[in-house]
């Protein structure tokens, strides 16, 4: 992948470490919030590609940014992948508040990097 | 003139004691030394068969009619059992000690109206001197009718406490039941709470062990590191298990084939236990185009716990071998049966084997079997498990092909 640009969202600071090794190791550039508030006040500024949110924190929950990324017009239009540790989460938020597809923790973070591939894809042909 | 005048008096005494005495609701009787009945009043009573004026000088139980006093060519008071009658008993205690006895109780089989019939007795004896005789005056009641309404009432306390005491017990089960099922639902929430957070570190040492591995091309490390992978998926797999039993819900309703559920289900199981040499034999022919009505996902997990069951079950057999049989009842129902030559369960354990968090694997959540019953329980279907230790197990799934309304 090209430095993809990526916004990470999550309130669990070791996980968010963890998971920005890897997207690091596999070519991408992290920029990582600790909660939604922090992360829509700068979503503008950091323009990602791809936002990957988890859906269950402290504040304002990953569906309330959902929902507001989808309501601004900068940023309705970048892919979310959901993260969360819900029971199937993976078939429960398909298709809510636009996300793009949900990942249900624990995943294999190979999955993670073929979906943001394919999330990159789709989102480059709905611009052509 | 006085005595005339007293004489009146006397004369209009008599009167008023004979009114009260022939309207008084009692058979009243004077009683002779011998027993006999010297004067009798004439209220008519149930326990009088003849006509009051022809019972004079006619001993007390045949005036009764008594079936002793009868019984007996003497009469009265000759029969064996006379000795041992109430009635006569207290008159000649009466006689004897000049005192009173008041509502006593005896029963009497008495021929009453041709037929031979119990009757309860009240009787009440007193002590007089009439015409200078001694004699006792013995008044009757038939209580018959309080009696028998008594020994009914008697019977039906009897079967209202035990009714009371049976329901009583009935509703202690349920209150066991009530109480066995909120704590396994509380122990459902709980475990549902721990496995929903167990979910987050899981993720943490999942992608730590990727990140290593992508670090450190080493063979060394990637032996551990696999361990590692292996580790959490199999824990996130008794999370799931755990989680799916807590959030049940009722069936989502479509038209599956049976079959090729049971094909996925195979081909599912297949692929986890990859290397697994079991031989399986499919007859379900007969089935091939039989759709029902059913939550897809629901029986899907079913059939792929009833699989790995059997899987696991024969692993470390020489031939292991798994015979999957379908069938379609006259009552329309569908019938699917799982037979393999695993392990088996001892028959002490059979029981059990549905109780939730039950287990004899040693790595089992014990609650596969505890979401087969309760998903096939939600189809209005069965389950059955039979089973000979180190033989083979086989499990029984029935369906009903309409499921009409679901429990």
Redesign the interface.
């Given at each position: 992948m090209d430095k993809v640009k990526i916004m990470l969202i999550d309130d669990?600071r070791?996980?968010c470490d963890?998971?920005k090794?890897?997207l690091s190791?596999n070519g991408c550039e992290v920029f990582t919030f600790f909660n939604g508030k922090e992360a829509l006040r700068s979503v503008e500024k950091v323009k990602p590609e791809i936002i990957l949110l988890d859906l269950k924190m402290d504040g304002l929950s990953g569906f309330q940014v959902a929902d507001k990324l989808k309501k601004n017009e900068k940023t309705k239009t970048i892919p979310i992948i959901a993260i969360s540790?819900?029971?199937?989460a993976h078939e429960t938020f398909f298709n809510i508040h636009n996300i793009y597809c949900c990942l249900?923790?624990?995943?294999?973070?190979?999955v993670l990097i073929d979906t943001i591939k394919g999330a990159i894809k789709q989102s480059s042909e709905s611009v052509d | 003139m006085i005595t005339k005048k007293k004489n009146k008096g006397i004369h209009k005494q008599a009167k008023l004691l004979n009114t009260i005495l022939e309207n008084i609701p009692l058979l009243i009787m004077l009683i002779n030394e011998d027993l006999t009945v010297q004067q009798i009043n004439k209220f008519p009573s149930s326990l009088l068969q003849k006509k009051p004026v022809k019972v004079i000088g006619i001993p007390t139980g045949e005036v009764l009619n008594c079936l002793n006093a009868l019984s007996d060519p003497n009469g009265c008071g000759f029969s064996k059992l006379c000795r041992k009658c109430k009635l006569r008993k207290t008159i000649l205690e009466t006689f004897k000690t000049k005192k009173d006895h008041n509502n006593k109780e005896s029963e009497f089989t008495l021929l009453n109206a041709g037929k031979k019939n119990s009757f309860y007795i009240l009787f009440s004896t007193t002590f007089i001197n009439f015409l200078t005789r001694p004699m006792v005056l013995l008044s009757l009641q038939d209580i018959t009718k309080r009696k028998k309404a008594e020994t009914i009432l008697k019977q039906s306390k009897k079967e209202i406490e035990d009714l009371v005491s049976f329901k009583s017990k009935e509703l202690l089960e349920t209150q066991k039941v009530l109480d066995k099922s909120k704590r396994l639902s509380e122990l459902g929430t709980l475990a549902s709470t721990v496995a929903h957070e167990l979910r987050n570190p899981l993720c943490v040492i999942q992608t730590a062990s990727y990140n290593i591995r992508r670090k450190c091309r080493t063979n060394d490390l990637t032996k551990h590191l696999d361990n590692i992978d292996i580790k959490v998926t199999e824990s996130n797999e008794i999370i799931e298990n755990i989680l799916s039993y807590a959030k049940i819900k009722s069936p989502r309703l479509q038209v599956i084939n049976l079959n090729s559920l049971i094909e996925e289900s195979l081909i599912f199981a297949e692929n986890r236990f990859s290397g697994n040499a079991i031989s399986i034999t499919k007859k379900i022919e007969s089935t091939k185009d039989l759709s029902i009505s059913a939550d897809k996902l629901q029986l899907g997990e079913i059939f792929s716990n009833l699989i790995e069951n059997a899987f696991q079950a024969t692993s470390g057999k020489k031939q292991p071998k798994l015979t999957i049989t379908t069938a379609r009842t006259n009552d329309s129902r569908f019938i699917a049966t799982f037979k393999d030559n695993g392990c088996g369960i001892d028959c002490k354990n059979i029981e059990q084997i549905f109780e939730p968090f039950f287990s004899l694997k040693s790595k089992g959540t014990g609650l596969g079997l505890t979401i087969c019953r309760e998903l096939i329980n939600l189809h209005n279907g069965d389950i059955s498990i039979s089973s000979i230790k180190n033989k083979g197990t086989i499990v029984t799934v029935s369906l009903p092909i309409s499921p009409g309304r679901l429990s």
């Open positions: 669990n070791v996980f963890e998971l090794e890897t190791l540790g819900f029971y199937r249900t923790k624990p995943f294999n973070p190979a | -």
